[in-house]
């Protein structure tokens, strides 16, 4: 089990920019496949990004779909979401995780044994 961080968020105007970081403390997550899902008030997790463990396939959110790029730096245990563009809509706490693919692909959640505390994402119009 991964124990991850993230941090990047903050409050931004609409259009402007935010870059997440996940970090995992003393451990190492090359091995898995990573991502981000994001969850507003009153409305259930959402999955917004994933990049795979070997290939570095990237895979996104229509919703966030060109605004975002995830990225990973594993000689840093870090992966990376630089969104521009932002929306209100964007608004949500972003929380990493690492897994298997397909447990992003699928958006299920069950398959994701912990999460850590999130990073606040508030976009003002």
């Known amino acids: 089990q991964v124990q991850l961080v993230e941090s990047g968020g903050g409050l931004v105007q609409a259009g402007g920019s935010l870059r997440l970081s996940c970090a995992a403390p003393?451990?190492?997550?090359?091995?898995?496949?990573m991502g981000w899902f994001r969850q507003a008030p009153g409305k259930e997790r959402e999955f917004v990004a994933a990049i795979s463990r070997n290939t570095g396939n990237t895979y996104y959110a229509d919703s966030v779909k060109g605004r975002c790029t995830i990225s990973r730096d594993n000689a840093k245990n870090t992966v990376y979401l630089q969104m521009n563009s932002l929306k209100p809509e964007d608004t949500a706490v972003y929380y990493c995780?690492?897994?298997?693919?397909?447990?992003?692909?699928?958006?299920?959640?069950?398959?994701?044994?912990?999460w850590g505390q999130g990073t606040q994402v508030t976009v003002s119009s």
């Open positions: 003393g451990r190492t997550f090359s091995g898995y496949s």
């Open positions: 995780n690492a897994g298997l693919l397909q447990g992003f692909l699928t958006r299920d959640l069950s398959r994701f044994a912990s």
